[in-house]
């Protein structure tokens, strides 16, 4: 029974949390959780040298309890146990050597969007590191494709992210350095059941456990492993975001940086990443959607000359869809902006008379 699968998996998890790579290894030599906890421990000690302490917890008699207690606690709560070879398991993180044996997921995103961007940075952020974040994510949103951003629901740059992706109607992922059954920080739970609307929340760690220092660098690898590049927005010279980053780097994934001032201590870590060329500068809203090919120099360039300082948020919003979706007849343009067709109609009117759509049959283009 798949339950039963579960609780064995469970069990496996909590005994190799810290040694996912040799988890992996077990089951696969024995042919799944199931098995390997059929297995005598003389046959396990071959493989596991010098784990007796490994075997110890495996063999207690009161490991299996406990799993089955943690998986009727899951099912109660809607919260679902990704297995590693799961469908719905992030595929990006299998990649990596360290990726859990099982996640804990509350939530309705894809874990397997088609585009990902990690956003993270320091707890104590400054104005301008809270802006950039907001405008990089909220450039994201207007994209068609939208990209799924990961963050930590951490204070700071990781709050930030979460609520710009909310804003421009991204889903995001909260990763959590503890278990489902408490938030952290305390400070975030509207921010997480705001998340949970349109996004989920994730980690690998069993309900009741306390964030602590080696959880929060434990979570760090599945914010870089779970998507296809990572954004440091600011960051000291120490400081999980910029671990994270290097994560990132690491597994082989694009690495992004806002740079700061030389006086800016806070744009330390931001600084010597580009320094070292181990960061790509963002240098505007456009960088990062560019370098990922989420959208062509053409588009770039017409997006820089797309908008007028006097155009008003429904002139905006009608240019907007137009390049993200053109050509559109002016029914479709008006569903697109959930604006009143008569409103649309006169909106295309203004613009097709400063030369800034053309009218093709009853579709509409922007104008080069």
Known sequence: MESDRLVYLCALSKVFAYRCAIGRQLMDAFGGPEALFKTPRRDLSELLHHGESLLDQLFDPALLDWAADEVSWARNYDIHLLSCDDPAYPRRLTACSDAPLMLYYKGTADLNADRSLAVVGTRKASWYGRESCRRIVGRLGELREKPLIVSGMALGIDGSAHAAALEAGLPTIGVLPGGLDEIYPRQHRELARRTLASGALVTDFARGTQPVAHTFLRRNRIIAGMADA???????????????????????????????????????????????????????????????????????????????????????????????????????????????????????????????????????????
């Open 230 to 368: 990572t954004l440091l927005v600011e960051s000291f010279n120490k400081g999980g975001g910029l671990i994270t980053a290097l994560l990132a780097a690491s597994y082989q994934r694009e690495v992004f940086a806002v740079p700061g001032r030389m006086t800016d201590a806070s744009f330390e870590g931001c600084n010597q990443l580009i320094a070292r060329r181990e960061a790509t500068l963002v240098a505007d809203a456009d960088a990062i959607p560019l370098a990922m090919g989420w959208i062509s120099a053409r588009q770039q360039k017409a997006r820089v000359s797309l908008f007028r300082p006097d155009d008003p948020p429904e002139r905006r919003e009608v240019l907007r869809c137009l390049q993200d979706r053109a050509p559109l007849a002016a029914e479709e343009l008006a569903a697109c902006t959930h604006l009143d067709a008569r409103v649309v109609n006169l909106l295309l009117l203004e613009l097709e008379m400063e030369g800034r759509v053309v009218a093709d049959g009853n579709k509409f283009f922007l104008t080069l």
